[in-house]
């Protein structure tokens, strides 16, 4: 179809077109090659799913695919199409077209790509892509606003209609600015209108004028105006705009840097548009020496923080050696009393031994007990602590160090601690063992002190037979 409707509007050069939220209107007395041409509109439209209406002065219908054209020729007629718009996607056909649906596009928030019927060459920009209307074009993938945060955040209109763009992407071009063709100049000034109104903090209306406030030292109100600026001051806008919106997080902060800056920098009595062109660059300047300023004081209070981080992780560090080493000497300690023990056992003479044998098993017993208990109580308090200190790290992680991220946050202290985490357990589980095995050990030879095992062999010996 889209063909068809250039071949015609070609044919129709010299009468009143106009094109108003998706339908085209023609009005005038047309040639017979120009009702030919509408005619295989009118035959397209059939499946393309749009609608043609052909109306004479008197109003009466015709169907221009079985009408005689000769009897039309030269008779006031007003076509109407209405073109069919597929998902996320909006087919123009005019300028005036283009024009509106620029003027629309903050109420049509899923629009991906507007499609302009003989565009020689797509308008890429961050947030919108306008390209040809070609024969056969579908749907469009679905709008994604990553291009930074909405305007009206920070320019906040106080009263009136006028306000600052929804989004900054639409109005940013990918490429170059120094274009002439008619669709990009139309896109071009809504560009510079849309920047304008996002380098603000109020606009309201008064007495039927559209004023700005810039707040700084001192806050200005001037009236917005209207002024076309040139490729170059165009360019400045858009890097300005960049700049604050798209370029990394903080942009508020560079928002209120650049109308701070603007506001100092202006002279009483001009226009925002008119002066915005001179006093920008020197204010976008200004304000990126200042971002800078402000950035290298965060990398101090950052670097700081960082070096309160490694403290802190090597005083968690030195806690968790700590207790290894207090679980590892306890454990020797318990075992050296099991060996005092039995060495005491078996260097006594054996003529006193046979009178201290349940003394002696009772001794074991009890070395055992104690062995035991010492293990579970230090084990249990080990956790403890380290249960408690986990739930604080994650206090001052969430606290402290909300702006490193997951994995930067891993690496600088997560990783560490929980390989520290893991020679504890590694050496708590050995000493558990070796505290298992000589506790077991006191036991069997309490049992052999009064004979336990030797009797429960004969009853087994005697069972077997």
């Given at each position: 179809m889209p063909s068809t409707v250039a071949a015609a509007l070609d044919a129709s050069a010299g009468l009143t077109v106009s094109e108003i939220n998706g339908t085209l209107t023609v009005t005038g007395q047309l040639s017979h090659p120009a009702l030919a041409a509408w005619r295989e509109v009118a035959k397209a439209c059939a499946i393309d799913h749009c609608r043609l209406t052909c109306r004479d002065e008197f109003d009466e219908i015709h169907d221009l695919r079985v009408a005689d054209l000769n009897e039309l020729e030269g008779v006031d007629l007003r076509l109407t199409v209405e073109i069919a718009h597929p998902a996320n996607a909006v087919h123009v056909a005019t300028a005036d077209g283009l024009r509106r649906v620029l003027a629309a596009l903050n109420d049509l928030p899923p629009v991906s790509v507007v499609r302009l019927l003989g565009l020689a060459e797509p308008i890429r920009t961050l947030g919108i892509l306008i390209e040809p209307w070609m024969d056969g074009d579908g749907d469009a993938a679905p709008k994604m606003f990553g291009s930074g945060p909405s305007p009206r955040r920070f320019a906040r209109t106080i009263a009136g209609s006028t306000r600052a763009p929804r989004e900054i992407g639409s109005w940013l071009i990918e490429g170059e600015c120094a274009r002439t063709d008619q669709a990009f100049a139309v896109w071009r000034g809504f560009s510079i209108n849309s920047i304008r109104r996002s380098l603000v903090n109020e606009i309201y209306d008064a007495d039927g004028v559209v004023r700005v406030v810039l707040a700084g030292t001192p806050t200005r109100r001037l009236e917005l105006?209207?002024?076309?600026?040139?490729?170059?001051?165009f360019a400045g806008l858009q890097a300005a705009a960049r700049w604050v919106y798209v370029e990394g997080p903080d942009a508020e902060l560079r928002h209120t840097l650049v109308t701070n800056e603007l506001a100092?920098?202006?002279?009483?009595?001009?226009?925002?548009?008119?002066?915005?062109?001179k006093s920008l660059p020197v204010a976008l300047e200004s304000a990126g020496l200042a971002y800078r300023a402000h950035i290298q004081q965060g990398s101090k209070d950052t670097i700081k923080s960082l070096s309160d981080l490694r403290k802190t992780l090597a005083e968690e560090m030195g806690k968790v050696t700590q207790q290894t080493r207090d679980l590892t000497s306890g454990l020797w300690r318990d075992v050296a009393v099991a060996i005092v023990t039995i060495a005491f056992r078996y260097s006594m003479d054996a003529a006193k031994v046979a009178t201290m044998k349940p003394t002696y098993a009772l001794v074991f017993a009890l070395v055992a007990a104690y062995i035991v208990?010492?293990?579970?109580?230090?084990?249990?308090?080990?956790r403890a602590f380290l249960k408690v200190a986990a739930d604080a790290r994650v206090l001052w992680r969430q606290k402290g160090y909300a702006y490193l991220s997951n994995d930067e946050f891993d690496a600088l202290a997560g990783t560490p601690l929980l390989?520290?985490?893991?020679?504890?357990?590694?050496?708590?589980?050995?000493?558990?063992w070796v505290a298992g095995i000589v506790a077991t050990g006191l036991i069997a030879s309490a049992g052999w002190e009064v004979n336990v095992w030797q009797t429960l062999f004969r009853r087994l010996a005697e069972m077997s037979c």
């Open positions: 105006g209207e002024a076309d600026v040139d490729a170059a001051s100092r920098e202006w002279r009483d009595g001009e226009a925002f548009a008119c002066g915005l062109e208990t010492s293990q579970v109580v230090t084990v249990r308090s080990n390989q520290a985490r893991g020679i504890y357990d590694r050496v708590e589980a050995t000493a558990n």
